[in-house]
Each structure stands twice: as structure tokens, then as C-alpha cells.
């Protein structure tokens, strides 16, 4: 994997708090009126530039959430992907799907500059093994957000859908996982299927919008 980050981070053991870190966070984003949320940084990270300034402790971050699980490489990991949060290229086919996010750390706060490298198959179930087709990694921005644009991967024998990705956090380890999309028929027959690892989805158009938070270790956060 193509990374900068260096191995001096130390785990930080989950700290355990009365209420879901997810569930405070998609409420207070429903609910809330966004000028209320100045202050708590996750909420308003799609709505801000990005600042250097460090980040305080984030309230509706609250935490009684695992880490995401972690899953099988599978045989089709490529080091070295480009960086670029679009795989889309002139002529890519497929339903267009975009995945946006954040990194926590364990104790909840966004993790900044956490790498996620993505690979998928493309429209027809194949991946691209010669070149770095629908391959790509980014940064999550100071307030730990992620945004990839890509296509919705076809289904090829034994597996439902699913996007691969590895995350980590600057100087962590590396968390390799899967992501899945609701209401697909394998996912009652993928032995490798994890509802935890579920996204949600909506349609927006022709389109899909899909949503995943990610609860990694190893950050200094
Ligand atoms: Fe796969």
C-alpha cells in the first residue's frame, strides 16, 4: 500500500460511555439545526474547509461502538494504487455510487489524514489485475472525512457486492475490510458477509449515495 505514515502510534483501549456514538451522531444530524453543532467538528466537516486547527473532542462522538471488523483481503490487492478519491475514468460503466464518511479513532475523535485505499470489480464482476482500474487511495481531511466516487461493483460467483478497502490511521495499523449494500440476496449466502460492514444506501437519481462510518485503532487520537 502506498503510505507515508510511519509505525509510532500506540493503541488507544475503546473508552466506554452510556450512549452509541452512532446513534448520538445520526440524531444529532437529523435533528439538530447545524448552527448548533459549531463546535462538535464531525457534523460540520462536509461544510467547512478544512482547518489545521486541532480538534476538540467531538460530544455527539460519544462511544459504546466496536472497531469495524476486519475481513479477508481476498486475492486481488494491489499495492501501490493511485491516489484519487474518484475511480471514475472516461468510458467506466456502471451505476454511479459515491461513498462518503468518517474515521474515528477508538475514543471517538476523527482521525485526520487516515489513508483508505479502495479496490471493487467493475460493472460486470471483474477486477482489473493488469492495470489500477477502480483502484485508488486517499486522505480523510482534518475533521476525518472521506468522500470516493466510483460505480456500484457487479457480482461475480461465490460472493455478494462489495468494495474492499484498507484503512489506518496515521502511524496505526492497518485495518483491511469490506463494505456491503443492503437488501442484496447474497448477502444471506456470502459466508464472508458481515452486517456490521453493511453501508446505507440511497438512491439519489440514476445514482446511489451510500454512507460509512469506520472505528479504527492504533490512532494517536
Ligand atoms: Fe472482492
Redesign the pocket.
Known amino acids: 500500500m502506498a503510505d507515508e505514515h510511519t509505525h509510532t502510534g500506540d493503541p488507544v483501549p475503546p473508552g466506554r460511555h452510556p450512549f452509541s456514538r452512532k446513534t448520538l451522531l445520526k440524531a444529532a444530524l437529523v435533528a439538530v439545526p447545524m448552527p448548533a453543532l459549531l463546535g462538535s467538528g464531525v457534523a460540520l466537516a462536509r461544510d467547512h474547509g478544512p482547518s489545521d486547527a486541532p480538534l476538540a473532542p467531538t460530544p455527539v462522538c460519544d462511544d459504546g461502538d466496536d472497531p469495524t471488523p476486519s475481513q479477508i483481503e481476498?486475492p486481488?490487492f494491489k499495492p501501490n494504487s493511485p491516489q484519487r478519491a474518484s475511480l471514475l475514468e472516461p468510458g467506466t460503466r456502471g451505476t454511479r455510487l459515491t461513498v462518503g464518511g468518517f474515521v474515528f479513532g477508538l475514543t471517538c475523535r476523527p482521525v485526520a489524514r487516515a489513508l483508505l485505499d479502495f479496490w471493487?470489480?467493475d460493472a460486470t464482476g471483474a477486477?482489473d489485475n493488469r492495470g489500477f482500474g477502480l483502484r485508488g487511495h486517499q486522505y480523510t481531511d482534518a475533521r476525518g472525512a472521506f468522500t470516493l466516487t466510483t460505480i456500484v461493483?457487479g457480482l461475480?460467483p461465490g460472493?455478494t457486492r462489495?468494495l474492499?478497502v484498507k484503512v489506518q490511521a496515521p502511524g496505526g495499523p492497518v485495518l483491511t475490510t469490506?463494505l456491503y449494500f443492503p437488501g442484496e440476496p447474497r448477502n444471506n449466502t456470502d459466508p464472508i458477509f458481515h452486517p456490521a460492514l453493511l453501508m446505507n444506501v440511497r438512491q439519489a437519481g440514476p445514482a446511489l449515495q451510500a454512507t460509512f462510518d469506520f472505528v479504527i485503532g492504533g490512532s494517536r487520537t
Open positions: 481476498g486481488y471493487q470489480a477486477y461493483p461475480y460472493r462489495h474492499h469490506q
